[in-house]
């Protein structure tokens, strides 16, 4: 393995598998020599070219430093939470995270005072550890399952919404939880995929869809350019998504010589001026690492996931008009969705947590919804979904 490409083809291969293991913890049917193939894929990582974590791999002809922290990382808590008991493994989490018991114990809490007929979660940094290549960004074995375990057992609709696309290398291809335990929805809740398997898409008008089909093209073929053919490999690399693409010109490593990302943002740029000449179909935001173009809403306005929560409200049954939510987000994109569910189902029935240390964000959360909870890592929230989950079966299993 010495390709950026080929590392994601290994990725994938190990995502089969680790879904069928989350099957068979789910069934209390793992077996030792499950965890063997997951030994094996962590002694091929760190067989890549580089140090411990930070690879030297080719990418389109160009080498990159790609750090593989969250693969590893969420590998190797894999094979120790299939080898050790849940209290073994909640030990093990306590070590990595400063304050991890008590901050679970307190989000148990909250979660017991809180009703939850809808379940509306963004996955990465919330419910799943960043990862900085968005085509990495597998979930793992143990997220799954107790993951799982939650959106089986509390609440009635369970929604995971990111902003990724949900088709091809999108979410459902990062997923390792079984089918038919959660709805998804991507590109900010313009797509879902509901736990029964049905697809749906907010409606793009003739004219957005003719554009955005054109941009697609006309970016694809900057892509296949000799020069430009990394961008579609690093960082977030290239998302259609429905209704928005996202493509990446820098990493976090600056991996890109400065004139070539210029050059390349300039070309996407002027494509988009060449299909939307008045500029009023497509935003262009730039982060400088990647290059976001989407279709906008009522006059120009960036479409959020809270516009797609209210299609996701019809869409999916969330009920969210009468009946309790609980949202869980990480960043300030994820606002929107709490808005939201304040707007349609009233401040008392909201409850919100989020996984972020910014203080200025947590005063937003706060300010939005009456009932709201913070903490610093998604290990911390998974665990306390996880341990409501079983008081859950367990008051089942006396009634
Ligand atoms: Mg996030």
Same mark, same amino acid.
């Not at 890549?48 to 590893?72: M, Q, S």
């Given at each position: ?201 907010? +409606? &793009? %008008?003739? =004219?957005?869809?003719? #554009? /955005? ?5 006309? @970016? $694809? ?37 400065? +004139? &070539? %990302?210029? =050059?390349?943002?300039? #070309? /996407? ?5 060449? @299909? $939307? ?38 869409? &999916? ?83």
């Amino acid at each position: 393995m010495r390709s950026l490409s080929q590392f994601y083809e290994f990725m994938d291969s190990i995502q089969t598998v680790r879904r069928m293991i989350t099957g068979y913890y789910l069934m209390q049917a793992h077996h030792g020599r499950h965890v063997e193939s997951l030994k094996n894929a962590l002694a091929a990582m760190d067989d890549l070219p580089g140090d411990a974590v930070d690879k030297r791999l080719d990418a389109a002809g160009r080498p990159v430093t790609v750090t593989i922290d969250y693969e590893r990382s969420e590998l190797e808590k894999d094979v120790y939470f299939l080898t050790h008991s849940d209290e073994e493994f909640l030990d093990y989490l306590s070590r990595l995270h400063d304050g991890f018991a008590e901050e679970v114990e307190r989000t148990v809490q909250f979660l017991r005072s809180q009703e939850t007929h809808s379940f509306v979660s963004d996955r990465d940094g919330t419910v799943n550890n960043y990862c900085g290549r968005y085509r990495s960004s597998h979930q793992s074995v143990w997220n799954a399952a107790y993951l799982t375990q939650f959106v089986r057992a509390v609440p009635a609709v369970p929604v995971l919404l990111t902003s990724a696309p949900l088709f091809e290398e999108g979410l459902l291809a990062m997923s390792a939880m079984p089918e038919h335990s959660t709805n998804y929805a991507g590109s900010l809740g313009r797509e879902y995929c509901d736990r029964e398997g049905n697809r749906g898409a907010l +409606e &793009l %008008s003739d =004219e957005q869809e003719r #554009a /955005i089909g054109k941009l697609n093209g006309r @970016i $694809d073929a900057l892509l296949s350019r000799r020069e430009f053919a990394t961008f579609a490999l690093i960082g977030s690399g290239l998302q259609h998504k429905f209704g928005q693409t996202t493509v990446a010109r820098q990493d976090i490593h600056g991996s890109i010589p400065q +004139e &070539l %990302s210029a =050059e390349f943002l300039k #070309a /996407i740029r002027s494509t988009v001026r060449d @299909i $939307d000449p008045e500029g009023v179909m497509f935003g262009i935001e730039d982060t400088g690492k990647d290059v976001e173009i989407m279709l906008t809403v009522e006059g120009g306005r960036r479409f959020t996931k809270g516009d797609g929560l209210a299609y996701l409200d019809e869409a &999916l049954g969330l009920r969210l008009a009468d009946s309790p939510c609980l949202v869980c987000g990480d960043t300030s994109s994820d606002l929107p969705m709490v808005e939201k569910v304040v707007e349609l189902g009233g401040r008392e029935r909201t409850g919100a947590i989020f996984v972020t240390g910014d203080q200025e964000l947590r005063r937003k959360v706060a300010e939005a919804a009456d009932r709201s909870h913070f903490v610093s890592t998604p290990d911390a929230l998974v665990a306390a979904l996880h341990r409501v989950a079983l008081e859950r079966d367990d008051a089942g299993g006396r009634q």
